[in-house]
């Protein structure tokens, strides 16, 4: 066994554990940084492991859970850092609050136009598949945020919820609805009778595309999921439906699906949705695809795109 004292950030110990630390415990060299960070927890309880950064003395850069004492440097004791992350937050009930938003304003929208435009709306076939898809979308996101994903990372910042609640709950929730439901759109509506919204085999290409790409994003969640072991944090490169040509189909999917949407619609919200949602994945596709080049290395696929096959 080995002492390791650890401090408090640049002396700045959030106040329920400045009577805690410096803390010195007794590990074992094999032992991780995962289990340095349950025995502060053990010392001090309101500063769980997910909530700790923990760094080498003066370093930025934080360890990784899985990294060994003696990996590290430390395996004759030595000095850590410790800084306070702040109350966080599992990612999968952040996941279930952000894609809870568009589920519970629809059938508000929907259901209840007298309250919110003030009349009564017979709902024309594209309000109705507008509908359709959005609930039956963010429904998916539910089931598989409960019994598909596996997060590489437990939790985020409490305080990020706010941010990331609104782009589903504002954009795709509040402004969608607010524009597709109201009377314009409706089943008496010129502006509905005379355009091609009001053409069934256009509406059932729709459909069909649309449902397409949601059975595909399902699919690629799968395979992504069987790659890492239940409680692992394991990597491996992801092959087959839809990977032989981008690193993320699953965004590529989704984004071909809310391409659906707004071509049948429209609808000026839906296009809002369309550019910010797929502006944010391009870039987590971009980051996320360079981290599987630099991980991966040679073994990575040399023509794998990130997201949209043969371009980016």
């Excluded at 899985?66 to 000095?79: E, F, P, T």
């Excluded at 259901?111 to 963010?138: C, D, N, R, W």
């Excluded at 394991?234 to 989704?254: D, H, M, T």
């Amino acid at each position: 066994m080995v002492a390791i004292t650890i401090s408090a950030s640049g002396n700045r110990a959030p106040a329920f554990a400045r009577k805690v630390l410096p803390l010195t415990i007794e590990v074992s060299p094999e032992d991780t940084i995962e289990d340095v960070k349950k025995k502060v927890a053990a010392k001090c309880p309101k500063f769980y492991t997910s909530r700790q950064k923990i760094t080498l003395k003066s370093e930025k850069k934080p360890l990784q859970d899985d990294a060994k004492v003696k990996d590290v440097g430390l395996g004759n004791g030595g000095d850590l850092d410790i800084k306070d992350l702040g109350p966080q937050l599992g990612w999968k009930f952040v996941f279930v609050v952000e894609y809870l938003g568009p589920l519970v304003i629809h059938p508000i929208f929907y259901h209840l136009p007298e309250l919110v435009y003030g009349q009564a709306i017979e709902h024309s076939s594209v309000q109705k598949l507008t509908y359709a898809m959005v609930m039956l979308h963010f429904a998916k996101r539910e089931l598989e945020t409960l019994f598909v994903h596996r997060f590489s990372h437990g939790t985020m910042p409490a305080r990020n919820i706010f941010k990331n609640s609104a782009h589903y709950h504002i954009f795709s929730g509040l402004l969608l609805a607010l524009d597709v439901y109201r009377p314009k759109y409706a089943a008496t509506s010129p502006f509905v009778q005379t355009s091609i919204m009001n053409n069934t085999n256009f509406l059932l290409a729709c459909t069909g595309a649309w449902a397409f790409f949601e059975i595909s994003n399902l699919i690629t969640h799968v395979n992504v999921r069987n790659l890492r072991p239940a409680g692992s944090k394991k990597r491996a490169i992801p092959y087959g439906y839809g990977f032989n040509l981008v690193s993320f189909p699953n965004y590529l999917f989704e984004i071909l699906g809310w391409t659906i949407v707004t071509v049948m619609t429209q609808s000026v919200a839906a296009g809002i949705f369309w550019v910010l949602g797929t502006g944010q994945m391009a870039i987590w596709a971009a980051k996320k695809h360079a981290n599987y080049k630099k991980e991966f290395g040679k073994e990575y696929p040399r023509k794998r795109k990130a997201i949209f096959p043969w371009i980016f």
